[in-house]
């Protein structure tokens, strides 16, 4: 499959090094072909030159001319509904849990852990029963797994209801 991602005028790219870091932009114009001059109006980008080896590029492109000034570019921006499109990808949802993750501390990381733990517990019961109900000859019975799986799973709900 050919190349659809060109380093180009109007191309939005995410920053991928330095104070920049995960930051949307914009190509504004190519220096040369290690640099780009880039702008960011709604990011809080300025406009500067920056290393292509330290961008991504999106499948985006917004319409402008090169070299066109920040009011220009925000306009384009803006007319495109970028912001809103770019959350709606799975790279934006992959890269803000992401952030959620790294933003956790000590305390919360040990809750989640506990929660996938209990979470697993629930799973590996249910699957357990389901496994042992289901015969080679077709037929299906009621298990004491099975209603202990239900029991546990109606505790967790209270407890999770209960702690909002």
Known sequence: MPFQRFVQTGRIAKCSAGP???????????I???RVLIDGPLTGVPRQEYRLNNLHLTKYRIKFPFTAPTRIV??????????????STPWSIKSQNI??????????RFKLRYAKRQRNKLLTVAF?????????????RVLKKDRRAKILKSKAEKKAGGKK
């Open 20 to 30: 920049l870091k995960g930051r949307l932009i914009t190509i504004v114009d190519v």
């Open 32 to 34: 040369d072909q290690n």
């Open 74 to 87: 925000r306009k384009a921006w803006v007319d495109n509904d970028l912001k809103a499109k770019w959350k």
């Open 99 to 108: 952030c959620k993750r790294t933003r956790l501390n000590d305390f919360d």
């Open 128 to 140: 357990n029963a389901l496994k042992k109900r289901t015969k080679s000859d077709g037929t299906t």
